[in-house]
């Protein structure tokens, strides 16, 4: 049941709660992605190949950001979401802080989960939270806006991390990007509004709390959920391998200097990445007025498009014909995820949102994050005996345009179910 403290949020609040949720998810994507610039110095100093980097920007993190969210996300159905993300924050920025102290790669790694710990206790929450503010009629496009923070995290970490690792190290760059986070924790926990459960669907929150085996038996039964889970996971594997192997394809291939390739690689993701995240979801709902099964088919068919534009990136040149050409790609290929979040809130009954968007987050990190930095970094290593530093070009190129279609025909096969599915949502609290 709700508690005295919960209260119905005013139109300001709610924008207000917003803006505040984008800006931590932008701390939660600085912390996690500002590892991918420093990539070449952390090499350089330890002295690894591209399949322990691969481990470390993605296994190491995602396995426990992945596994801890779902028992995590059972809070955040049961207890204060608020209070919730405002401990995450601290966590993982405190951990990113401490990234900077480690002597070896082993200390950086066992950093990384501490991240990932951290890091898994925010956006189970905050989705539940945006679902409580906004209803399904503008919940893409909420989502779209809370997702820009992973675009404005990209281009903040890759801008001042750049410059960072260039004029003072790459240990520093995670202490100035970790410390302020924990100062953002306190504003979380004493300014953001709690909304009430059900708040935006004048649905009604009974208090019932299932078990992680009900919420996992009622989206298996969801044809489209699954579907769409597999799809994001596919999306995601091109989307880590890229942001984490990108600078170093560029560097290695080209020859570009770090504080120049960090300035316009963050200002590509910050702002095509950014339009990708937010008219992803906009158009989602305009598409989906009628069927969602439209706004799942505009995602599968910009996920073909951004698989074929990326060839010419990876066969370009010169390295800002490569940067030039990623523009486009860059931006229609996070269209899925607004989309997606939203859609997996709108499935599930009250009290099975944070559980939902865990178990969402999983299979699309264990997939994306987990796998597809190390997949992408071990096959750099096989490849380079034949292609020599060209080596993650082709394997870059081999991730996105197998994964991409992939990803494409499962946004169609859940547009077959999608209607149906919503359609029993709105007539089931609580599972059958």
Known sequence: ???????????????????????????????????????????????????????????????????????IALLADRWNRRNLIAVALAIWSGMTALSGLATNIWQLGLARVGVGVGEAGCSPAAHSMISDLYPPEQRSTAMGFYTLGISAGIMLAYIAGGWVVENIGWREAFLIVGIPGVLLAIIVRTTLPEPTRGMSENRQDHGQHPSLLEVFRYLLLRRSFVHMAVGAGLSSFVGYSVISFFPSFIIRSYDMQIVSLGLWLGLILGIAGGFGFFTGGFFADYFGRVRQRNALRFIALSQLIAAVMSLGVYLAPTAHSSLFLFIIPAAISNFYLAPVLAQTQSLVPLRMRGVASAIMLLILNLIGLGLGPLVVGALSDNLAPQFGVHSLRYSLMLAVVVMGPWAALHYYLAGRSIDADLSRATTEENPA
Do not use: K, W
């Open 1 to 71: 049941m709700q508690t005295a403290n919960d209260a119905i949020v005013s139109p300001v609040a709610r924008r207000y709660a917003m803006v505040v949720l984008a800006v931590v998810y932008m701390f939660n994507f600085v912390d996690r992605q500002i590892l991918a610039i420093l990539l070449p110095a952390i090499r350089d100093e330890f002295l690894v190949s591209d399949t322990v980097l691969g481990l470390l920007a993605g296994t190491a993190f995602a396995l426990f950001y992945a596994t801890m969210g779902v028992p």
